[in-house]
């Protein structure tokens, strides 16, 4: 029994010298790290979730006609809306986030549409175009104006203001220049300075109102919200288990360093 005090008496004084209290506070800090990470990753997760059903239950609202009155933005987030009325085709502007549809390259046209009995428009996503038909000429994203009078069915969205940092911002105008033709976001307060009528303060991604258009230009195929509750979780788990794994990993390296000093 003397003999085996010892032992522990030798090993807990080496288990607590300088060098392996220090090596046992960096492995204890490499723990808490994995740790947050698994913790910040399972925040992450609801709030998806909360994301998720507060879109799910605007979704799933009746679909709200647009007359050209007033609007407050959070109310319509997500909100189906429907609204008569044709495009100005020659205030078009293009969304210069490219995106890929088939492996070809395009950009998003944006069109303000002038709601019928009212001197109001709102910004409409018309969809998916190819980058080689986004300049605005008559060979290119004329193709595409639309003249006559049409009901058309969407999602809504508020503005998206111009972030801080350093994110790609939108260029003020220059000298002499009275419009940007391509946007990096629909910021409604921004592009209202290039339009001389008033534009809601909601932007409408516009919905194929038959299933079987959905390929054609504008491609409108793309819109839509997806509810999926993305890789939160199994990014979770993956920090979790590196945890696991360093201190089974560390308690092994620590049980033969152990086994050697008593040999």
């Known amino acids: 029994m003397l003999k085996n005090l010892e032992k522990r008496m030798s090993i807990s004084k080496k288990l607590t010298t300088p060098r392996w209290m220090i090596t046992h506070f960096f492995v204890l800090i490499g723990l808490i790290f994995l740790i947050n990470l698994g913790r910040w990753q399972m925040n992450r997760l609801e709030e998806r979730r909360a994301y ?59 069109v303000p549409f002038q709601i019928t009995d009212s001197d109001t428009a709102v910004l409409v996503n018309r969809g998916w175009i190819p980058h080689n038909n986004s300049d605005p000429s008559p060979e290119s994203r004329q193709i595409y104006d639309l003249n006559k009078p049409i009901t058309l069915t969407g999602i809504a969205y508020p503005s998206q203001p111009q972030p801080s940092g350093f994110s790609p911002r939108d260029p003020e105008l220059q000298p002499g220049q009275t419009r940007l033709d391509g946007w990096m976001r629909v910021d409604i307060n921004r592009i209202q300075k290039q339009v001389p009528y008033p534009l809601l303060d909601i932007y409408i991604e516009q919905i194929p109102d038959d299933p079987l258009k959905a390929t054609e230009l504008p491609r409108q195929d793309h819109v839509g919200v997806a509810l999926d509750e993305g890789p939160h979780l199994s990014y979770a788990m993956q920090w979790f288990t590196f945890a696991v794994i360093l201190v089974i990993t560390y308690a092994a390296f620590v049980r033969q360093e152990v086994r050697k000093s008593v040999d």
């Open 52 to 110: 998720n059903e507060n879109v799910a239950i605007a979704l799933d609202q009746p679909i709200t006609n647009l007359d050209g009155s007033p609007v407050e933005p959070t109310q319509f987030h997500f909100r189906h809306v429907t609204v008569s009325g044709r495009f100005d085709n020659s205030a078009g502007m293009i969304l210069r986030n490219q995106r890929s549809v088939e492996g070809q390259a395009g950009v998003d046209l944006l």
